[in-house]
């Protein structure tokens, strides 16, 4: 079955960076976008962005374009997210999740999200 | 970008009556619109994909509706697992977004 596994809890300082991870199972690694999804407390959903593991291309929400970076280690089929800038409203729960079709499809459908991870608690305070 | 407004931001009713939750476009995503259902410590649970298209083991109370603009999801008669809060998504090209969210709670 599809899990997604996430990297534990984090605690940083205002300025510092934070790279999450995510790795795969259960599927074809490179068959599905990988999104991440935030969710500061007391809020609602933010998405964040999505990656293609095939090709490594990603896109990113424009509020949070230039301060994160998605990439994937098809050899250990992780996805990681990195954070740089860090501010206290970045603290929140971060999930990543597997899209429901395949990578040719996301663009013909909702690109929903089918499968998530246990999520990462990141915390930035000083 | 596009914005989704959902409404009403909460919903208080009680098990076995109808819940309708509303989300508007700030403009048309096609039918690229999608429901999630959210508890508290619990991931999101993709419930409705393009509209109307429930996802697998999705009850069929869940049901999904509009075009354009405007979406609509119903939940036929509440059960006492439904009480949650639920989020519209929209895909623009490479983009995607979510609504606000409303919590449907037990009135």
């Known amino acids: 079955q599809v899990q997604l596994v996430q990297s534990g809890a984090e605690v940083k300082k205002p300025g510092d960076s934070v790279k999450l991870s995510c790795k795969a199972s259960?599927?074809?690694?490179?068959?599905?976008?990988i999104h991440w999804v935030r969710q500061a407390p007391g809020q609602g959903l933010e998405w964040m962005g999505i990656?293609?593991?095939?090709?490594?291309?990603?896109r990113y929400a424009p509020i949070i374009e230039g301060r994160v970076t998605m990439t994937r280690d098809t050899s250990t089929s992780t996805i990681y997210m990195e954070l740089s800038s860090l501010r206290s409203e970045d603290t929140a729960m971060y999930y990543c999740?597997?899209?429901?079709?395949?990578?040719?499809?996301?663009?013909?459908?909702?690109?929903?999200?089918?499968?998530w991870g246990q999520g990462t608690l990141v915390t930035v305070s000083s | 970008e596009i914005v989704l407004t959902q409404s009403p931001a909460t919903l208080s009713l009680s098990p076995g009556e109808r819940a309708t939750l509303s989300c508007r476009a700030s403009?048309?995503?096609?039918?690229?619109l999608a429901w999630y259902q959210h508890k508290p410590g619990q991931a999101p649970r993709l419930l409705i994909y393009?509209?109307?298209t429930r996802a697998i083991g999705i009850p069929a109370r869940f049901s999904g509706s509009g075009s354009g603009t405007n979406f609509t999801l119903t939940i036929s008669s509440l059960e006492p697992e439904d009480f949650a809060v639920y989020y519209c998504?929209?895909?623009?090209?490479?983009?995607?977004?979510f609504g606000g969210g409303t919590k449907v709670e037990i009135k």
């Open positions: 999740g597997r899209t429901l079709v395949g990578l040719r499809y996301c663009i013909t459908t909702s690109c929903q999200i089918q499968h």
């Open positions: 259960g599927y074809t690694f490179t068959s599905h976008h």
């Open positions: 990656i293609n593991p095939d090709d490594g291309g990603s």
């Open positions: 403009q048309s995503v096609s039918n690229y």
């Open positions: 393009d509209v109307f």
């Open positions: 998504q929209e895909r623009n090209n490479w983009l995607l977004s």
